[in-house]
């Protein structure tokens, strides 16, 4: 799987929009982009995944570049309790495990 | 519907100690997985299943054993534990299909060895 590179911390104001960067620039055409993120310590929860094209859902958006090489993850009015460390995943589609490879994630705190 | 279960919670154990991390599904998910997480980093693979019967090693499987009896249950074990053990592990659980899902994790059991 392609490894992915992401800021080590950043600081998001309460309300406002949250945009993760995240870097994959040896992603193969078959290799989803996937977030993850781990509140305080608890067990990993699955935010977004994408290939191609942008992807929204409940949580958050994802915004992969037309050329595939990096992708955003925006939480539009991040609030206290998106507090928590975010994981930018690489994965290929398909294949016939389930296996993720974490990296350090960005730390995300949101103030008030 | 509770998901993933891990039991214990909290344990500390003696160096050379053995013992069992339990985790259990309940969505009926084909793939199941064990994770430790150091302080300040990641998750790294130690072992993982994709089948009742099947299992194969991950990342950093040394010092651990898995069985994969039925589809529900998946126990770590540690055979005789060390100081480096030290760590939180999550257990994984995903269904076995042919669009792109996600994996529900375990709240964790968080192992001291003194």
């Known amino acids: 799987d392609a490894k992915t590179t992401q800021p080590t911390s950043m600081d998001c104001a309460e309300g406002r929009a949250a945009n993760l960067p995240c870097n994959h620039s040896?992603?193969?055409?078959?290799?989803?982009v996937y977030w993850y993120r781990q509140i305080h310590s608890q067990g990993p929860q699955y935010i977004i995944h994408?290939?191609?094209n942008n992807e929204t859902n409940e949580m958050a958006s994802l915004i992969i570049t037309e050329d595939r090489k990096s992708s955003t993850l925006i939480l539009p009015h991040a609030t206290l309790r998106d507090t928590a460390v975010y994981y930018c995943?690489?994965?290929?589609?398909?294949?016939?495990?389930?296996?993720?490879?974490f990296g350090a994630g960005t730390t995300v705190t949101v103030r008030a | 519907n509770a998901g993933v279960t891990q039991t214990p919670k909290f344990q500390v154990l003696k160096t050379g100690q053995s013992m069992t991390l339990q985790c259990a599904q309940d969505?009926?998910?084909?793939?199941m997985s064990w994770y430790r997480q150091d302080p300040g980093m990641g998750l790294r693979l130690i072992h993982y299943?994709?089948?009742?019967?099947?299992?194969d090693q991950g990342e950093v499987p040394n010092g651990y054993n898995v069985s994969r009896s039925t589809t529900e249950d998946f126990p770590l074990r540690l055979l005789s534990a060390a100081p480096s053990q030290t760590s939180v592990y999550f257990c994984?659980?995903?269904?076995?299909?042919?669009?792109?899902?996600?994996?529900?994790f375990g709240q964790g059991t968080r192992l001291t060895v003194v």
């Open positions: 299943s994709v089948g009742a019967g099947i299992t």
């Open positions: 040896t992603i193969s055409g078959n290799e989803y």
């Open positions: 969505m009926n998910h084909e793939y």
């Open positions: 994984a659980s995903s269904p076995r299909t042919e669009e792109n899902t996600e994996a529900f």
């Open positions: 994408g290939l191609k």
């Open positions: 995943i690489v994965r290929l589609s398909r294949s016939n495990d389930y296996k993720l490879s």
